[in-house]
């Protein structure tokens, strides 16, 4: 139960819910606290003011952020709960839960009210703390937001489970322990005082007599108030609204806006959500026993851990002790660096221990909060919760996803000492780097050929715990003779220019560091076309015995050239920047083979959503989630588009560019590592580095084109919507290697069109210049 705690607590004050009212965005706060962060808004902004003028409809009208820039001197267009007219200069407060609360405009007037029949200021404004959804409030106030009554029971009966023990009322000197409470007396009693003062015979008999804990909640509760509706107090919930989720009376079904939605019973909908909980719960409690067993796994590698230190400081002491005259001034260093490996590897192990104790111990909370949830009988209460607590505990289970289980550190320790110089040398004697890298792995997934150019990608073995400071690329001359090295660096990607047509070639990669190279990987035959003329094609290849065919892929800008030095023979002449390899040559021209990719799953965020081989995405999150491109770019013109498949409640999805370490969980653009546009129904904006620029109107809706646009040999980029370019150049001296990207949210989904020639108009532009 006391992880249940951090449930029951409001995020403003920081203490257990006092009448809590439930927000539409199903958050919860105490009515005192509500009160207290209530802002007024600016005339235009009311709902009296907005029905008037026909724009608005509904009860409560949350504030759409992109207008905010209204009242910002930045003019961004990005919403700032800080920036309301009335009260530009007041300070942010901060709950005990870390939580932003905003205090009130005006100190309110001084009354003897309860905070909800008390009276607000006109046009007020409230804004949940914990998602920042603000509303504006209609004429009814506070008192419009429904009680949760299911959460103050909950809160009782946890209070009751903690509470000291209930003393006896009729003990003349020290009271004993009560044992029962009369309910119609509304005495507590302790055995010997119950059998002298209220024995069970004549009237007494018929007292119902509760244990003291019960008799508590019944003297605090009783009369338990009936569930009311909130447009019309005076009437008791009957039935449930499918449409708007919430339980409703039968004047809201008569003359109500409930009058044409489709309405259940309220006994029936009550069970089905009672039942869908429960089946919630199911999934999450085999998250947290497999999240116990991890931890059991995890303490048991610490046990692991700890014996291999002794084993390999002993092998250690060994070694010293066979060269002990020359070794006892370094002795103590090197066990020192030993322990630092082992304090290294316990701090690993022991912070994901912490970590996934946190979240499961916010998981078993969660748990037993709706398992307290399940146990009330008020249906409406718990119909008006149980949608965001559903939510809640999917939400939670997908936290428990791929790769939270694992462990991120061995229990092996990969030291070697090298106990081989001679004594002359001992002063040099130091730990070696682990050991020589393990050997590559061709992803022959992204291998292809493309009339006489080959593309390779590779990577380290999963697991590896050996860096690689670098890799070899060997290339035959196409007719069977010696492996050349043709590139050595950090890249894990090389496109090989200028091979001869129809021509066979093996190629093989190996890793290297300061201990020596690995082994070769395997031996990787590819086909180059027949002619000059040929189309790009996805040819099977032999890797030793077997045939694996290749995905299409176009050539990668990270691209090496090689041309043959003299008719005849295939020696090669290697083309590269200091940081990443040259584009292809035809690149340089804006008649360049157009590039076909799509996007990576492999480096997005855990919470995209691919589908269409990897062309459609959407997210699972209403945050911003970021996704890039297989393809990076570093020279050439290039220019792709996305069409809108879905748009729902106005978000900010951004398009643009990024380099390949771009922060995922922000809006794309929030740092220094993106290049973009974010457009909403209306209007975009320009950013980099959290940078608001170049407001333009137009915005986007289901259906439409977003085109970008990047210039390298310009180094510029330009976007477009519905073939009409958007705004001035967006950015300006762009260089380096380009990924590029997408940013959205669970209401938005797109997908990527590739392959396409540069616009007839930017093509004809870029020839008169």
């Not at 959804?133 to 106030?141: E, M, P, Q, V, Y």
């Not at 003990?171 to 509304?186: L, N, R, S």
């Not at 061709?442 to 860096?467: F, G, I, M, R």
């Not at 201990?515 to 003329?533: A, H, I, P």
Request: net charge neutral.
């Amino acid at each position: 139960m006391e992880e249940m705690e951090e449930e029951l607590k409001c995020p403003v004050c920081g203490s257990f819910y006092r009448e809590p009212i439930i927000l539409p965005c199903s958050h919860n706060l105490c009515q005192a606290c509500a009160r207290n962060i209530l802002v007024q808004t600016p005339e235009s902004e009311s709902p009296q003011s907005r029905r008037a003028s026909g724009s608005g409809v509904s009860d409560y009208d949350y504030l759409d952020l992109d207008k905010m820039s209204l009242y910002s001197e930045a003019d961004s267009g990005y919403g700032s709960y800080g920036g309301f007219a009335s009260a530009p200069t007041t300070p942010c407060q901060k709950s005990p839960n870390g939580v932003r609360v905003f205090p009130p405009a005006m100190p309110p007037p001084a009354t003897h009210l309860s905070p909800a029949l008390a009276p607000v200021p006109r046009n007020s404004c409230i804004t949940c703390p914990q998602c920042h959804r603000s509303l504006i409030l209609d004429d009814r106030g506070l008192r419009g937001f429904p009680k949760n009554r299911v959460l103050e029971g909950v809160i009782d009966r946890y209070q009751q489970s903690k509470a000291a023990a209930l003393k006896c009322q009729l003990c003349e000197k020290a009271p004993k322990e009560a044992t029962v409470m009369c309910e119609q007396c509304d005495v507590f009693y302790c055995d010997p005082c119950r059998l002298r003062c209220h024995p069970p015979r004549g009237p007494l008999a018929k007292h119902r007599l509760v244990p003291p804990a019960q008799g508590r909640v019944s003297r605090r509760l009783s009369p338990r108030k009936v569930s009311t509706c909130t447009d019309h107090e005076l009437e008791n919930h009957s039935m449930y609204c499918v449409q708007c989720k919430m339980p409703v009376c039968y004047q809201c079904l008569e003359e109500g806006k409930h009058s044409s939605h489709e309405v259940k019973a309220l006994g029936a909908m009550w069970k089905l959500h009672k039942s869908q909980l429960s089946q919630a719960l199911n999934g999450l409690s085999d998250r947290a026993k497999e999240a116990k067993e991890f931890l059991v796994q995890l303490r048991n590698m610490v046990q692991q851990i700890q014996e291999n230190s002794v084993e390999f400081e002993a092998c250690l002491v060994a070694q010293c002790d066979a060269l002990i005259d020359a070794l006892n001034r370094r002795k103590a260093q090197l066990l020192a660096r030993v322990n630092k490996e082992h304090e290294h590897k316990l701090k690993v192990v022991r912070d994901q221990i912490s970590h996934c104790t946190v979240k499961l111990r916010q998981t078993t909370g969660l748990m037993e909060y709706c398992l307290e949830v399940i146990k009330e009988n008020d249906p409406s209460g718990f119909l008006q919760i149980s949608d965001a607590l559903i939510r809640r505990v999917h939400l939670t289970e997908d936290q428990w996803g791929k790769g939270t289980l694992t462990p991120r550190m061995t229990t092996d320790f990969d030291l070697s000492l090298d106990n081989s110089p001679l004594l002359q040398s001992i002063h040099q004697l130091d730990f070696v780097q682990m050991k020589v890298p393990a050997t590559p792995i061709l992803q022959l997934e992204e291998c292809c050929t493309h009339n006489n150019s080959a593309t390779l990608s590779w990577k380290q073995p999963p697991l590896s715990t050996v860096p690689a400071e670098g890799y070899i690329l060997e290339l035959d001359d196409g007719n069977g003779g010696q492996f050349r090295e043709v590139y050595v660096g950090k890249e894990t990607m090389c496109t090989v220019d200028g091979l001869h047509f129809n021509s066979t070639y093996n190629a093989r990669i190996k890793a290297f560091n300061k201990t020596g190279v690995s082994q070769y990987s395997k031996t990787l035959v590819l086909q180059t076309s027949e002619d000059t003329d040929s189309e790009e094609q996805t040819l099977p290849f032999p890797v030793p015995s077997e045939r694996l065919p290749l995905r299409r892929m176009s050539p990668f800008s990270s691209t090496l050239n090689l041309q043959p030095s003299f008719p005849g023979r295939s020696y090669f002449d290697l083309r590269s920047s200091p940081h990443q390899l040259s584009l292809h040559s035809s690149l340089q021209s804006l008649n360049a083979p157009v590039a076909w990719f799509a996007f990576d799953p492999g480096s997005a965020h855990a919470d995209i959503i691919f589908s269409n081989d990897n062309l459609t995405v959407t997210c699972s999150s209403y945050d911003d989630r970021v996704v890039l491109g297989k393809t990076g770019f570093s020279k050439g013109v290039h220019y792709w588009e996305l069409t809108v498949d879905r748009y729902e409640n106005h978000p900010d999805p951004a398009f643009g560019v990024a380099r390949i370490d771009v922060m995922k969980d922000v809006m794309l653009g929030k740092d220094d590592k993106a290049w973009a546009m974010y457009v909403d129904n209306n209007r975009s904006w320009f950013m980099h580095n959290n940078s608001h620029t170049n407001r333009t109107e137009g915005g986007i809706t289901k259906g439409a084109t977003i085109g970008v646009l990047l210039d390298l040999n310009r180094k510029t980029l330009t976007f477009f919507i519905n073939d009409e370019q958007q705004g001035p150049i967006a950015f300006e001296n762009v260089e380096g290697l380009f990924f590029p990207a997408v940013s959205l949210n669970r209401n938005v989904q797109v997908t990527l069109h590739t392959g396409l020639p540069v616009p007839d108009f930017y093509s004809s532009r870029a020839s008169i210049a």
